[in-house]
């Protein structure tokens, strides 16, 4: 049973990335999924969340408007979409599945953005 984050990186300032989560060994379609990040110094927070089948989703006030969360449960992914990057959004994110939200079951490894002025 893993989640596997990937798709962070270096941007720049006003730049965008689309961060992945896979599941494997498990059906991810059953599962709330939710994406939270790690800043040094800071407490972990939860950007935003999307419900098993998709039709709710949630944003942290800090990324409403700027990031679009979305699933393939054919694929086991969870996407998260992430425009008019800021430096603030430099952190480690990382994914969680929950079978009954909000208590995650599942936890990824974390995948490292870094936001560059």
């Known amino acids: 049973v893993q989640l596997q984050a990937s798709g962070g990186g270096l941007v720049q300032v006003g730049g965008s990335l689309r961060l992945s989560c896979v599941a494997s060994g498990f059906s991810l379609r059953y599962h709330a999924v939710g994406w939270f990040r790690q800043a040094p110094g800071k407490e972990r927070e939860r950007v935003s969340c999307?419900?098993?089948?998709?039709?709710?989703?949630d944003y942290a006030d800090s990324v409403k408007g700027r990031s679009t969360i979305s699933r393939d449960n054919t694929k086991s992914t969870v996407y998260l979409q992430m425009n008019s990057l800021k430096p603030e959004d430099t952190a480690v994110y990382l994914c969680?599945?929950?079978?009954?939200?909000?208590?995650?079951?599942?936890w990824g490894q974390g995948t490292q953005v870094t936001v560059s002025s």
């Open positions: 999307i419900s098993s089948s998709g039709d709710g989703t």
């Open positions: 969680a599945a929950a079978r009954e939200p909000p208590k995650y079951d599942y």
